[in-house]
């Protein structure tokens, strides 16, 4: 495979609201595709790098909110090099999903800890 590098880090916080101001204020992070998908995720970031802010789901149940985590971890590719990837999946033996996202594609899978991992491509054709 022949990634590019990480596209962004997917991670549930308290109060997205909350979360987005900070990065902006403390880190001078830019809203990056706004209006996009109900506002869930709120994506932010600098240069080809971002956060995808999340708001932490309730468990089924309970009253007290699931753990503060990272969700999965995504890295970028070109359009070729990301159907060079599934096809290097399969062959591996690597069960994958694939997702539109309306401005990228993304494949999903897990590494042998059970970490979500993504590739994503924004070259749609």
Known sequence: MNLEGIDHVAMSVRDVEKAVQWYIDVLGFEIKFDGMWNGVPVFIGKGTTALALFPVRERSGSSTPSDIRILHLAMRANRKNFLGAQE???RLGI?????????SHSIYFRDPDGHQLEITTYELR
């Open 95 to 103: 069960k994958f999903e694939f997702q539109d996202h309306e401005i």
């Open 88 to 90: 290097e999946l399969k």
